[in-house]
């Protein structure tokens, strides 16, 4: 039996707070997100606030609709590869993060 993970992106402001002593993140794209996650196994979906904000020069992406829980039919994109540049490095990624 093969198993998989689907995956939902959503952009957007997210708070940082404290429930039960442990951390937690809400706001809205944490909901779409988490809705966005019934995407079937080893597909990455995005919204469009995502797509907005992604530099597609470096994502190949499927439109497709899929269902949102309690929303009904939306445009999402499938997030199908996510190449690197010709430095062979992200943009906005920098090799030597700190983590405080």
Same mark, same amino acid.
Request: no cysteine; aromatic share 8%.
């Given at each position: 039996m093969k198993t998989g993970l689907g995956i939902g992106i959503d952009y957007g402001k997210v708070k940082l707070v404290t429930v039960n002593n442990?951390?937690?993140? %809400?706001?809205?794209?944490?909901?779409?997100?988490y809705r966005l996650?019934?995407?079937p196994s080893n597909h990455?979906?995005?919204?469009?606030?995502?797509y907005k904000n %992604?530099?597609?020069?470096y994502a190949k992406l499927i439109e497709t609709i899929t269902d949102i829980k309690n929303t009904g039919d939306a445009i999402v994109y499938d997030l199908i590869d996510f190449e690197k540049n010709e430095n062979n490095e992200l943009d906005w990624y920098e090799a030597n993060q700190t983590v405080a």
């Open positions: 442990e951390p937690t993140i %809400l706001g809205v794209p944490v909901i779409y997100a996650s019934n995407a990455t979906y995005i919204n469009q606030s995502v %992604l530099n597609t020069k």
